[in-house]
């Protein structure tokens, strides 16, 4: 069951605090959970966790293929360990350790990618990962995660914790917009739909799930009605609710902090071309590199705010209308 906040707001606690609090409480119970940090235990959250489980925690240093296959290396073991470095670094630069050492071995391991797309703000175009979706969605096998705040976040843990198989937890370290209020329940696999609506669907991800909820009011003002979705499992994509959605509002635009090649609108695109062809716009990052900026500035530069996801809506609606 999903309850949505009445006060939809920056919440006072970090991601990042959150998760190492979570990861604490589930390693109290589990003796098999270890982490694997690339000199970032700080950046990532982590500290705290290695004062409480020093023989249960391994910093390789700025070695992150190293790190990860050793992550694959000690789930061959029986272990449960948690990989950690920024996204750019949990992706693209340990992709061939993904595959093999994690994913092509069938091993437990579970991949923490923080500061995904804009959220790496004032590290830059360098540490700006736009891309991590659409390389790790092409590896069979991965499940991929994007938790919206901290109530999904601490919710969906235990779960990741207890299913077995190889995970990317896309994970914002920052402060995130408080969406769910406590109390809330979330199935891996399975979205979230936080409004409903009859004339058009946003189906959003991450950052972008606040700015779709924004969009669907102005539009509201305008006398249309916008569903919202929270695809927070971009794989393995909910496919029944992205065709119910389409067969029930006939048009649909998705959103997401990263490039619209590969990531979640390609994921739905597909869903939609092979199954029930259907209006869609793409709110993402259009093929280009990031830069140094803070939250605000990107996503004004990027074209993520909730302006544009109205805009596309509008457009969307406009093409159903046409056909």
């Known amino acids: 069951m999903v309850k949505i906040r009445n006060d939809i707001s920056a919440e006072n606690i970090e991601m990042r605090q959150v998760y190492c609090s979570s990861l604490i409480e589930a390693a109290k119970k589990d003796p098999k959970i270890v982490t694997v940090d690339c000199d970032l235990s700080s950046s990532c959250g982590t500290k705290d966790f290695s004062i409480m489980f020093p023989e249960r925690s391994f ?13 694959g290396g000690l789930a061959a073991s029986g272990l449960k360990p948690f990989f950690h470095s920024f996204a750019v670094f949990s992706s693209r630069r340990v992709y061939d350790q993904i595959f093999i050492s994690c994913a092509y071995a069938r091993q437990n391991v579970k991949i923490v990618g923080c500061d995904p797309g804009i959220t790496a703000e004032n590290n830059g175009g360098t540490h700006m990962a736009f ?5 790790l969605r092409a590896v069979p096998e991965v499940t991929i995660v994007e938790p919206t705040d901290t109530v999904m976040l601490k919710n969906l843990l235990p779960k990741i914790v207890d299913t077995n198989g190889l995970f990317y937890i896309r994970l914002m370290r920052k402060k995130a917009v408080g969406i769910y209020d406590n109390g809330s329940d979330f199935v891996i696999g399975k979205a979230a739909q ?19 909820l924004k969009a669907a009011d102005q539009l509201k003002a305008e006398a249309i009605s916008a569903r919202v979705i929270d695809m927070f499992t971009i794989k393995p994509l909910d496919k029944e609710c992205v065709l119910a959605c389409a067969r029930e509002t006939g048009a649909i635009v998705t959103a997401e902090n990263g490039n619209i090649i590969g990531g ?6 597909e869903v ?17 590199f990031g830069q140094v900026g803070s939250i605000g500035f990107l996503k004004e530069k ?5 302006e544009v996801i109205a805009e596309k809506a509008r457009i969307a609606i406009s093409r159903k209308t046409r056909q």
Do not use: F, K, W
């Open 131 to 135: 891309e991590d979706v659409g390389i």
């Open 59 to 71: 910093n390789v240093g700025i070695a992150e293929q190293n790190g990860c296959a050793m992550a």
């Open 264 to 269: 979640l609108g390609s994921a739905v695109a």
């Open 302 to 306: 990027y074209g993520l705010t909730a």
């Open 272 to 288: 939609l071309s092979e199954n029930l062809p259907t209006p869609l716009e793409r709110v993402g990052v259009r093929d280009c």
């Open 194 to 212: 936080l409004r409903s609506g009859n004339d058009v669907t946003i189906i959003a991800a991450g950052i972008e799930v606040a700015e779709a």
